[in-house]
Structure formats: C-alpha cells, structure tokens
C-alpha cells in the first residue's frame, strides 16, 4: 500500500494529512502528486468527481510556492464560484504549518471592491472564476506576469459554460515558461484543443474513475409518470428514515417549483440555483451542512463545488443528456467510505437509457419500486417501537400518575392497548392514499424518447399531506432571501449562466 510519506510531500503538509485522518492516497493523488512534485512538468489529469483531484493537484502546489516571493505563483480557474471557494478552504487547511502562504478565492457576486482590497496584500495562490479574475485583471488588480502554476480544474466543464474566449484571454496575461496542469473527468475534443495550444509534451494521468466513483454507490432507478415524480420523491425520503441528499433537476425553475413543493409538505428542503445571489447561495449551503436542511434540490452547474462527505442518497429527477453528467451528480454520495444509493426517476419511454449508462459506464442498475403508503407506515412504526423500547423510564414518570393511568388500562389485553396506540401513530403519520406510483405500463408510440412525454407537474399527484418534520416555514432555507432575487449580474455569470451545450434555464 502506497502511503503519503512515499509521494514526496514536505513534512508540513504530512503533519497536516496524519491529523486529517488521510492514511492512503487515491489513485489520482498517488500517479499525481509524484509527477507534479518532480520539476518542471505540465500534466492532464483526468479523473471523475470525487476521486480527490483537490488534494492531487493542492498539496504539490502548495510544496512547491515560496512564501518568500511578494507576487502570486499559483492560480486555479474553476467553473463555479462554489468549486472555487471549497478550493481555497481545503488550501487553508491543507498549508496550516507552512510558512505563511496567502491564498484568496475571486468569483463573481461578490463585491469586487473588497477582492482589490484583499488582492493589494500578496496573494501567493489566487483560486478564480474566469468571468470575475478577467474583471480584475483589466482594473490591474491581478498580475500574472510572474505566474509560475496554472491549474484548470473541471477544464470540461468550463469549455461546456461557454468559458473557452475567456480562457484564451487569462492565458495571455501568463508567462510561456509557467507549468500548466490540467485536470479533467473527459477529453473532449475542445480539452485537445487547448492542450495542443498551451501545454507543452504533458504527461497524461488517468485513473480508473469508473471503479473509483461508483464502487460505494448503489445504482437504481424506478418508473414513474411525470405528474407523480414529486409525490414518488417524498415516499422515498419517507421511507428511508434520515436522508440526506440531493436532488437534480434539469432547469432552475424545475429546481425552485420542487423546492417549494416540499417546504409546503414540511420537508426540510432549499433550492441551489444559478438565480440565486451569492448572499442567498452561501446562506443555503451553511444550513445543508448544518443539517438545517437535509435535502437539497439542486441544478449540475449550481451544484459543482458542493463537498459533502455524508450524503446518504442522490436523486435523478430527470436523467441529464450527458452520460459524464451522471457519474458527477452520483459521484455526491459513497464518499469518504461510506456507502451512497443514486436513484433516477424514469418515464417508461426513457428505460432504454438505462441499459445505455449500463454498457458506457461499467456500472448496473437495479429496478427498484415505488414506496407504498404502507410500507411507509410499517417503517415509521418499527422505528417507532424500537424508540419505544430504548426509552428510559426510571424516575421520569410520578408513581401515583403512574399507577391512574393503569388503572384506567386496566380492562384492556396487551393486544388491545398496543392495537389502540398504533391506530394512534398511524394517525399521527397522516399518509393519506396507498395509490401506486409505479408505472410498468409499456412505451407509448411515438413517445418522446429523449424526455419521455408529458408536461412536468409539480403537484405531487395525491397522497395527501405529509405528517410534520418540523420546520414549517423556518425550513425555506431563510424566507423570501432563499428563493432567488432576480438575475444574477455579468460578475455572477460564473455560476452557471453560460453554456455552450445547455439552454439558458437550465442551471
């Protein structure tokens, strides 16, 4: 087994990683880390989300910038301003005992005024949204003229944006001689491109991302009709006491209607999308880990950055065009060895994607059935019961209540009182109709293959209403301030406004 004192970190930054609890590097982190410790090398990684591409290109990063040196040496771009900061908070950690190493993240919507100010002081490694750093660099707040370390991370994802002319234009402004490390889940032809014309004979590193991603992560996937999507979702939370997870949906509106559906069944549920202000998103994110809310409704774009060990389920409210697009959005849960299931949710008329994803991805697919309002109660009763038996009572009851109420007891059998207090919960649970959500029926003719057919309906089809989780309004996710004020400005684009390959409404 390969450890990290093997790679040739510093002593620091192993210091670091014992405290941290990171005994074996990933395979991206072990092929990496040496290469990029060596000397002057570029380099393509390509490994899928989840895989520890931070760390694998992170750690030699920070060995290698000297401290000494007033000018910055490194920058990352990344894609969205949620990538871009859960970058800068692992460097904070991960440089806790080198000598003073400045790091400061620059994305749009945020005030650009308090970036200049933060970048007046030396910043030795600048973690940027394309949009916002190429702002900076016109008011002559950033120079890359001394540039040593260029890292794209989630290169693929920035060209699919519509970020290619503002990477030619960064590129610019950066010396020939700099180290270019590129990291990747695909090489499309564009990532060819780009490599052909600014990287000089990289060394290609390329793990086994499909074993690496998908081998804690159960597969599923359930037939239901579009207008009952949203009902069939809540069985699934019901049914599996404790989920925490994410759910994906194609458009922002999708995302915000299905939001707002589940906070009115008293769901702890918020919405992440690109309409959302910076104030709004961040406020989101701090009580998805605070476990204010524990599910989390979310676009692809929106969603990037997100870094959650815990996450328990990953739903595909709808399936996404791109199969790389699948294995990121599962790549969310089965993390940190634990184990994940990833659901999506199909029309019959898409089932034939299934057996595609099967065959392009190396991984299987259970079919899985749709919740019953019974087994929904059954669940809740069993967990009911053995928080019944675990509870203690020494002392917490007044013997002389005690015994009236036994009294008052008295005539029933066991089997009576214990029939009478689960008429009791079941009431309580308030699960409304047992109507099956499955839909086995077969493909229609003519059936849009792509999308399956049908308008989207967020009316959750029946089932009535939803026993309280608590929360009540409080579980918006802040009021009206989580809901998405209006557009977001040309700084804030880097969120996920621009694409080349998706529609304007889909982040």
Known sequence: MVTFEELGLSDQILKVLSELGFEKPTEIQERAIPELMSGDVDMIGLAQTGTGKTAAFGLPLLDRIDPKEKFTQGLILAPTRELGKQIAEQLAIFSKYLERVNVLAVYGGAPIHLQIKDLRRTQHVIIATPGRLIDLIKRKAVHLDQLKFLILDEADEMLNMGFKDELDKILSYTPEDKQTWLFSATMAAPIKKIVRKYMDNPVEV??????????????????????????????????????????????????????????????????????????????????????????????????????????????????????????????????????????????????????????????????????????????????????????????????????????????????????????????????????????????RRGADRRHGGGRRDYRGGGGGRRFSRGGGRDSRGGGRDSRGGGRDSRDSRDGGRRSSSYNRNRY
Request: charged share 30%; net charge neutral; glycine share 6%.
């Open 206 to 443: 390329k793990v086994n991302s499909k074993n690496e991603v998908n081998v804690d992560i159960e597969h599923q996937f359930t037939t239901v009709r579009q207008r009952d999507k949203a009902e069939a979702l809540t069985r699934f939370l019901d049914i599996h006491s404790g989920t925490r997870g994410v759910v994906f949906c194609r458009t922002k509106r999708d995302t915000q209607n299905l939001a707002e559906v589940l906070v009115r069944k008293n769901y702890k549920a918020d919405a992440l999308h690109g309409d959302l202000s910076q104030f709004q998103r961040d406020r989101v994110m701090k009580r998805f880990k605070a476990n204010d809310i524990n599910v989390l409704i979310a676009t692809d774009v929106a969603a990037r950055g997100i870094d959650v060990s815990d996450l328990s389920h990953v739903f595909h409210y709808d399936l996404p065009d791109d199969n790389a697009y699948y294995t990121h959005r599962s790549g969310r849960t089965g993390r940190a060895g634990k184990k994940g299931i990833s659901i999506s949710f199909l029309n019959v008329s898409e089932t034939y994607r299934i057996k595609r994803l099967e065959r392009e991805l190396g991984i299987r697919f259970n079919k899985v059935s749709i919740p019953s309002t019974a087994d929904i109660a059954e669940s809740r009763l069993e967990g009911w019961c053995i928080d019944t038996l675990q509870q203690k009572t020494n002392g917490r009851v007044d013997e002389e209540l005690l015994e009236k109420i036994s009294l008052i007891f008295g005539n029933l059998s066991k089997e009576e009182l214990i029939a009478k207090v689960v008429v009791s919960e079941l009431e309580k649970l308030d699960l409304g109709g047992n109507r099956d959500l499955n839909d086995n029926s077969p493909p």
